[in-house]
């Protein structure tokens, strides 16, 4: 089935950092990908869809300048958290689609700010 | 925008019993619906999806039912498995601005007990 990496799985850094996180699609060409954010026992939001080659379009509330996404090819998007605060601390998290088929997650990555 | 609600948020079962988990969603132009299973600390896997055009799909042990006209759609998990303990997510398209994001409920934590 479509594979989906997310890279890093965990990271932890200091507050006022800057943290990149990575999403390949490794089996298939996503033509778009998506962010979402997920709190603890809590349930999935959507940050932004991203279409290859074309600006991501932002959920409200989503602050583009501090959360910065880039889908530069068919198989690559990154999300970079800029200026991160422990309140950022969240489990992130990518999907892929092409075409009409399902959406397929990554596993996330966990950012905890200290 | 759509909106998607799930019941119950938690749902305890006898091993070998069978489990539904429900979902209904205000948007009557949504026309696809998947589920999602999430294991601690990992991305969601889709388990099962209906399209708008058909009322009941099954794969070995899970069934998802739809019912267009009362805007609500289920998973059923028969013989219920202990590797069945999960968090499940149903979802529905956001269907306003075509942008084919899933808007998530709120989550069912199963658990089956040996």
């Known amino acids: 089935g479509a594979v989906v990496s997310q890279h890093p799985s965990w990271v932890i850094c200091k507050s006022g950092t800057s943290v990149k996180i990575e999403c390949r699609s490794l089996d298939f060409q996503a033509t778009t990908m998506f962010w979402y954010r997920q709190f603890p026992k809590q349930s999935l939001m959507l940050m932004a869809t991203s279409n290859e080659g074309s600006k991501a379009t932002y959920e409200q509330g989503v602050e583009k300048d501090k959360f910065l996404i880039n889908h530069a090819s068919l198989t690559l998007s990154t999300l970079t958290v800029t200026s991160a605060h422990p309140e950022d601390s969240s489990f992130y998290i990518c999907?892929?689609?092409?075409?009409?088929?399902?959406?397929?997650f990554g596993d996330g990555t966990r950012l905890s700010i200290l | 925008g759509e909106n998607v609600e799930q019941h119950p948020s938690t749902l305890s079962v006898q091993e070998g019993d069978s489990a539904v988990i429900k979902c209904t969603y205000s948007d009557s132009a949504s026309n696809y619906f998947p589920w999602y299973k999430q294991e601690l600390g990992k991305g969601p896997q889709l388990i099962i999806d209906?399209?708008?055009?058909?009322g009941e799909k099954k794969d070995q042990r899970i069934a998802v039912t739809l019912n267009k006209t009362a805007k609500h759609f289920s998973l059923h998990i028969t013989e219920t498995q202990p590797e069945d303990s999960a968090v499940y997510f149903c979802?529905?398209?956001?269907?306003?601005?075509?942008?084919?994001?899933?808007?998530f409920g709120s989550g069912t934590r199963l658990q089956v007990q040996p």
């Open positions: 979802a529905a398209p956001f269907m306003d601005t075509g942008r084919r994001a899933l808007t």
């Open positions: 999907s892929a689609r092409w075409g009409g088929q399902p959406q397929h």
């Open positions: 209906i399209r708008s055009n058909v």
